[in-house]
């Protein structure tokens, strides 16, 4: 089945620090990914859909500069949390869709991110 | 604005016992529906999902969930639970104008005991 491979799968930095988390689909190409959010005993936010080869949609509310999004190939995107603070600290989830019709979306395993 | 309603919060049932998940949803268009599974430890698993066709879909592990257009619904359900099915449920709308954009329910947390 559809694998999507999701690093790291925990970070514990200091505030101030920016964090790169990577979605790759292991063998399919994605065209689509999406990126989640994930507060306890909540369900997962969207918060941007990710094109490869252009720019990431924002859900409202995200701070596009502050979760920088690239898709630079049909097999990789990455979230980047610039500048994290305490209040970043969250579980996000990366998923992606084959670029093909009708196709449920893949999950990855998830980056439980804390700041300090 | 879309939303998914799950009204199981948690559900604590015995080995044997029969399983309903409520899933509501409010958009008036054309959706595609998901049940996903997140045993513990481990990431989102597609259970089963409707695209169009028999309401009554079946999955994987015994499930099968009912699209009901009239009262905006797509009940999970499973006829006898198993200690394995421990885990979170996630009933997800993707409303087709916004391509595979997908609306997450709160979740249903499921214990099973033996």
């Known amino acids: 089945g559809a694998v999507v491979s999701q690093h790291p799968s925990r970070v514990i930095c200091k505030s101030g620090t920016s964090v790169k988390i990577e979605c790759r689909s292991l063998d399919f190409q994605a065209t689509t990914m999406f990126w989640y959010r994930q507060f306890p005993k909540q369900s997962l936010m969207l918060m941007a859909t990710s094109n490869e080869g252009s720019k990431a949609t924002y859900e409202q509310g995200v701070e596009k500069d502050k979760f920088l999004i690239n898709h630079a190939s049909l097999t990789l995107s990455t979230l980047t949390v610039t500048s994290a603070h305490p209040e970043d600290s969250s579980f996000y989830i990366c998923?992606?869709?084959?670029?093909?019709?009708?196709?449920?979306?893949?999950f990855g395993d998830g980056t439980r991110l804390s700041i300090l | 604005a879309q939303s998914v309603s799950q009204h199981n919060h948690h559900v604590i049932l015995s080995e044997a016992a029969s399983l309903e998940l409520g899933c509501n949803y409010s958009y008036g268009g054309t959706v595609n529906l998901f049940w996903y599974v997140q045993y513990p430890g481990q990431h989102l698993q597609l259970l089963l999902k409707y695209f169009s066709g028999d309401p009554l879909v079946k999955g994987i592990k015994g499930f099968e969930a009912e699209f009901i257009k009239s009262k905006f619904s797509f009940n999970l359900r499973k006829p006898s639970v198993q200690w394995s099915d421990t885990a979170e449920y996630f009933c997800?709308?993707?409303?087709?104008?916004?391509?595979?954009?997908?609306?997450f329910g709160t979740g249903t947390r499921l214990q099973v005991f033996p």
């Open positions: 997800a709308v993707n409303a087709l104008r916004n391509t595979d954009k997908l609306i």
């Open positions: 998923s992606a869709v084959e670029a093909v019709s009708n196709q449920p979306q893949h």
